[in-house]
């Protein structure tokens, strides 16, 4: 590792390991799947775990029904009445950080539990140095690491020109009503870090991502008399067919920071759902799944490309033609979003891992959607580094490396000491006793 500054080595040192493996354990164990009570209870662990570092805390319920009201709310697709806000900031609560650390402390549900690996997957198992659990990689290992960074700069005795922030949210994956919320509420930094898994790329930019609903209309019969009726299911075949024409067209062109990626803009049906009994023909078949936002187009262009591909489809089958597929898009909605070209926050991150970590971090973009967007709307500059990788999220064998999570806390703390500045030592003392 290249010299660090005393101040730096200080709060590179100071990062305990065991410290945030203990916090990466309790978040893990609280099962905080979207919807669920969950969510806010682990959104309360964080407004208390980030009292007890010495942070000033803000912690509030947020006003769903209010979000909902907002013209520009990205959509959920679960049901909540409430949710939890929490925010904390080293040092002076009422100045804007020069940094804050973001994390999602929300989670997918388990799937089917005889597929995992391990017994429990709310328990964090630790096997050989990775640990095992829903949320360990998305993105609970990324909270951990940021709470350790922020435990280790206050341990050191470093003390800050400008404030540190920790920005906690849920809601993520299902749109993101915390982070919109969080910024509605006026919380802003002159940079964030996002700790969602990034395999040790730096992630610039996110495509976006729509969920759609798709009404296949069909004509019910009797099975043993198909012939007087339509199947729905065969109608979905027709347009199913022209969807997977419309990806592979999208996807003959990718753009700067999606090269490396095979398919940046994926077009993929999740659930279908058609009939009601064995023995008839279904007169109904309801496909959802999820459409991938070029980086370079807004959320209206391409729902108008999509609903084109369906009527297209559509008008070319004599059924269809006469009974309309019905499109709609239910739950959130992720625009992409992207670190504006040239800002220096991606060379100080980069510069930072390379300090700790003693390689060069690939610059790329992330073909999935995140909250990264809604910080850009606000125009907070953000990009993505984290412990954990992608492929990982969202699966039965979910894990993340925990010398990966201990390296992002080191270097969270190197990056809170550079971007919030250094106080000069004659003034330390002083700025100690205001320091909070």
């Keep these: 590792m290249p010299p660090l500054t005393p101040d730096e080595a200080a709060a590179v040192a100071a990062v305990d390991d065991e410290e945030v493996r203990r916090d990466l354990c309790d978040l893990v164990a609280i099962a ?16 208390v775990r980030l009292a007890e570092l010495g942070l000033t805390v803000d912690c509030w319920d947020i006003d769903v029904a209010a979000e909902q009201r907002q013209p520009d709310f990205p959509g959920m697709e679960v049901e909540r009445a409430t949710a939890v806000g929490c925010v904390g900031v080293m040092g002076d609560a009422t100045d804007t950080p020069a940094l804050a650390l973001y994390g999602h402390t929300d989670v997918v549900p388990p799937g089917d539990l005889e597929h995992w690996p391990v017994a429990d997957p709310f328990t964090l198992r630790v096997v050989d140095g990775i640990g095992w659990g829903r949320g360990s990689c998305d993105m609970k290992a990324g909270v951990a690491a940021a709470l350790g960074a922020v435990a280790a700069v206050r341990r050191s005795g470093v003390p800050l ?173 992720f625009a992409p979003g992207s670190l504006p070209a040239g800002h220096p926050l991606l060379s100080r991150v980069a510069e930072a891992v390379t300090d700790v970590a003693g390689r060069r971090p690939r610059a790329v973009g992330g073909p999935y959607g995140s909250d990264l967007r809604h910080y850009a709307a606000a125009g907070v500059p953000m990009l993505q580094y984290g412990p954990g990788d992608v492929r990982y999220a969202h699966a039965t064998d979910e894990h993340v490396a925990l010398e990966d999570v201990y390296s992002c806390a080191r270097v969270y703390a190197v990056l809170a000491v550079r971007a919030c500045g250094l106080i000069p030592p004659q003034l330390r003392e002083t700025a100690g006793r205001h320091a909070g």
Aim: glycine share 12%.
């Design 32 to 47: 905080s799947v979207d919807g669920t009570p969950g969510e806010a209870e682990v959104q309360r662990w964080g407004a």
């Design 161 to 333: 020109a400008a404030p540190l922030a920790v920005h906690l949210v849920s809601g993520e994956e299902d749109g993101g009503l915390g982070a919109f919320a969080t910024l509605r509420r006026g919380h802003r930094a002159s940079a964030c870090i996002s700790g969602e898994p990034t395999g040790g790329d730096l992630i610039l930019a996110n495509a976006g991502s729509l969920t759609f609903r798709l009404e296949v209309p069909g004509l019910a019969t009797h099975g043993s008399t198909r012939g007087r009726g339509v199947s729905a299911v065969e109608k979905f075949e027709v347009v199913h067919r022209r969807l997977r024409e419309l990806e592979t067209t999208r996807n003959a062109t990718s753009a700067p920071l999606f090269e490396h990626l095979d398919l940046p803009w994926p077009l993929s049906v999740g659930v279908v759902t058609a009939g009601g009994w064995a023995s008839t023909v279904p007169d109904l078949l309801v496909a959802e799944g999820r459409y991938g936002v070029r980086i370079d187009e807004t959320v209206d262009d391409a729902m108008r490309i999509f609903e084109e591909a369906v009527t297209d489809a559509s008008e070319a089958d004599p059924w269809l033609g006469d009974h309309a597929v019905r499109v709609s898009w239910p739950g959130g909605m």
